[in-house]
C-alpha cells in the first residue's frame, strides 16, 4: 500500500487508537507493524479472528492474557550466551505461566472460536522451567535455598555482618572514646563498616581513615578492631556473588535450550494481544464485519462513520462499481465532502487490515491493490509548491502507481489553478483512471466537471446536501445530481455584508457557471488517440456599470457558428413544429424563462432573457443594455436560471433584466403615474 496515502487517510492515527487496547508491549510493536493485506483469503482471515475474539468477550468477558512481557530481547540475549539477570527469568516464566493459562482457556472455547483455539495447539506447557525459575528466584534476588553452598556462604555472612555491628557499636559506647566520636551511629562507606570521629580527635581512634566529610571536620575510621572481620566478610561476598552467578548460567542455559518454543509462545501470545485488541475496539466503535469481494467489484457502503469521529459524523450511504466506476461529489464548503472521501479509504483500509468498520450491515468492500489518495493542501514553502503544484505532484505519483482495480480518492481535483485548465485536467485525469478500471471518487466545485459527469458512461454525479433555509450542511450524500458550492450563503453566514452579496450575484447572473472552453470539453468528449478539432468560443461583449456581464464563453451544449456565419444546430434548436406549442411538456433546456443566459446567433453575441414565449415564439433578450425580441428558433441556452440563481424564489431578477433607469421608473411608477412612461417593465410573465 502507497505510505503517503494511508498518511493522508489517518491510518496512522487508527492504529494509535488500537493501541490502546493491548495489553502489553508486546501487542502494541505488532500494531505497529500492522498494514492492510491485498490479499482478500489473508483480509477475510483477519476479519475472522476479529469476530471469534468479540464473541468471546461478550461470552467470557475478556480473557487470560496474563503475565505479556516482550521478553524477545531476553531470549535473544541468553540464545547468544548472556546471563540473564534475576527479573529477567522472573519475566521469562511470567510469559510461560501465562502461556499454559491462555491454552488451557482456548481449548475450553474450541466451539465458539476454532480459528483462534487453534493458534493455542502451537504454544508449547513449560512448567519445569517455570518451577525452577520460580524455586530459585524471587523479584530481584536469588534465594538462599538456590544452592547448600548459596545458603552456607549467605548464613557466614551475617554472623560476620553481626560481629562487625557490635564491636562498632563498643567503641561508640566506649567511655575511652567519648570525646573523639561525633555521633552514635554506625555507617558504610564504599563498602566498609566505619564511625563518624571529630577531625581534631582522629588520633584517639585506633584505625584506618576511610572518607572525610566535604567540610572535613568528620572524618570516617574503620577501627581496629573490625578490620579483621571486614577482611572475612569481603571474602565471603566474594562467594556468595560468585555463587549467584553460577545459578544465574544455569537457568540462562535451561531458558537457551527452549529458545525456539518459548519464541514461538511469544509470537502467539503477541497475536492474542492484537486480535483482542482487535475485538475491544470494533465492540467501543460498535463496528460490523464487512463483506468482502474481489477489486472491481461493487462497493456498498451503509451508515458508515468516520471511526475519529465517531457519534458526531453523519452516516454515509455509498454504492458504487456496477453502473458506474467514477462519482463526482459537489457541494459546499465544510459540506462534508472531505469527510465523505476519508470515510470510504479509511473503511476499506480498515477492513484489509482485520479491522471490523464503524457501519451498518450489508457493508461490502472490495479488496483493492492499492488505495490511492491526494486530500488536503499539498502546499509546501520548504520545496517552493503551491497548492497546485503540490496537488499535481501527488496526482502524478498516484497515476504512476494506479493499477487494475485500484480505489482512488481525490479532494478538490483541478483546484488552485485557471478554472478553465484546471475543469479540463480533472476531466482528463478522471477519464484516465476509468479507463484503468479502478473505482475513483472526487470533489470538485467546477462546474464543467459536474457536467463532464453527467455524459460520460461510468460516470455519475453526487452532492452533499444543504438546508438552504437554515444555511446548514446536512452532511448527506446522495447519489445521481449535482450540488451545488453555495459560496455565496456560507459567504453571508459567515458576515459578508449584503452590498458585496449583492455585487456578487449580479455578477454571477452575468457570467454564469461555464468555466472551460468548447475545445477543451471537445478534446476530452473525443477519443485519446484523435481529439477533434472545436471552434473557438465567441466573444463577449465587454460589461458596463448599468448591466451585468454575460458568460465569455459557452459551457459544453453550446452551438457555435460555422466558418460561414451560421448557427450548427444542436438538440436545443430542433423541433420547434410552430408557435403557441405547450411549454409545459417540453424539456427544460428547450425552452426559455427569463433570466436564462442565451447565445443570440444572428448577433454573434450573448445576452439574458427577459420574457416568456409569446404566442409567436419570441421572446426579449436584454443584449447590451438593449432589449430585442428574437425568435427562440435563434437562440442557444448557456446557462439555465435555476443554476445561475440558486435562491430564485427570493432573488430579485430586475437586478440583472433592467437596466438602473428602468428600475428607477419602475419604483416610481409603483407609487404614481409617470407621464410619458408607456414600457411595459416585465419580471418573469407577470406584468407590472
Known sequence: MDEKSLCTLEYPKIKERLKEYALSNLGRKLVDAMAPTADIDRANALLDETQEARALVAQSGGHPLAGLHDISECIERASKGA?????DLMRVADLLRGCSKVKKFMRSKRALAPNLSGYAESVTDLPHVVSEIEGVVA???????????????????????????????????????????????????????????????????????????SSGATVFIEPAAVRRHSDELKIARAEEESEVYQILVALTGL???????????????????????????????????????????????????????????????????????????????????????????????????????????????????????DIGDEQSIENSLSTFSGHMGNIARMMKLAVPGCLVLMDEIGTGTDPAEGAALACAILSDLYRRGGLVVATTHYGDVKRFADTRPGFVNGCMEFDQETLRPLYVLTVGKAGKSQGLWIAERLGISG?????????????????GSAKQRATLDAPAAAPPAAAEPVAADPPTTDEPPVAAEPPATVDLPDSAGQPVPTSTSRGYRHAGRDLSKLPREEHFLPGDNVLVHSMKRRGIVA??????????????????????????????????????????????????????????????????????????????
Not at 557499636?169 to 573523639?180: K, L
Not at 509462545?265 to 492474542?272: F, K, S, W
Not at 443554476?643 to 433607469?661: C, M, Q
Open 83 to 87: 546471563v540473564l539477570h534475576p527479573e
Open 139 to 213: 523479584g530481584n534476588l536469588v534465594l538462599d535455598n538456590a544452592s547448600p553452598r548459596l545458603s552456607s556462604v549467605r548464613a557466614r555472612i551475617r554472623v560476620l555482618d553481626e560481629r562487625i555491628r557490635s564491636a562498632l557499636q563498643a567503641v561508640i559506647t566506649s567511655p575511652r572514646y567519648r570525646d573523639a566520636i561525633q555521633d552514635g551511629y554506625i555507617s558504610q562507606k564504599d563498602g566498609q563498616f566505619v564511625v563518624a570521629v571529630k577531625a581534631s580527635h582522629r588520633n584517639l581512634v585506633p584505625g584506618s581513615v576511610v572518607a572525610s566529610s
Open 255 to 373: 531458558v537457551a535450550e527452549r529458545a525456539q518454543e518459548i519464541k514461538v509462545n511469544v509470537e502467539v501470545l503477541g497475536a492474542y494481544d492484537l486480535i483482542f485488541a482487535r475485538a475491544r475496539y470494533a465492540e467501543q466503535l460498535k463496528a460490523v464485519r464487512p463483506a468482502l469481494i474481489a477489486a472491481g467489484e461493487r462497493l456498498a457502503i451503509r451508515q458508515a462513520r468516520h471511526p475519529l469521529l465517531h457519534q458526531d459524523a453523519v452516516p454515509l450511504d455509498l454504492e458504487m462499481g456496477g453502473r458506474f466506476r467514477v462519482l463526482v461529489i459537489t457541494g459546499p464548503n465544510t459540506g462534508g465532502k472531505t469527510v465523505a472521501l476519508k470515510t470510504v479509504g479509511i473503511c476499506v483500509l480498515m477492513a484489509q487490515s482485520g479491522l471490523h468498520v464503524p457501519a451498518g450491515e450489508g457493508t461490502t468492500l472490495p479488496v483493492f491493490p492499492d488505495v490511492l489518495a
Open 499 to 515: 452590498d458585496v452579496l449583492a455585487n456578487a450575484r449580479q455578477v454571477l447572473a452575468g457570467a454564469g457557471h461555464a468555466t
Open 611 to 688: 420574457t416568456e414565449e409569446d404566442q409567436h415564439g419570441n421572446v426579449e433578450v436584454v443584449v447590451s443594455r438593449v432589449r430585442h425580441s428574437i425568435n427562440h428558433k435563434r437562440l442557444t441556452m448557456t446557462g439555465k436560471r435555476e443554476d445561475l440563481y440558486p435562491d430564485l424564489e427570493s432573488y430579485d431578477l430586475d437586478i440583472v433584466l433592467l437596466t438602473k433607469d428602468d428600475r428607477r421608473l419602475a419604483r416610481q411608477m409603483e407609487k404614481k403615474h409617470v407621464e410619458g412612461a408607456e414600457r411595459i417593465i416585465r419580471k418573469g410573465s407577470d406584468d407590472r
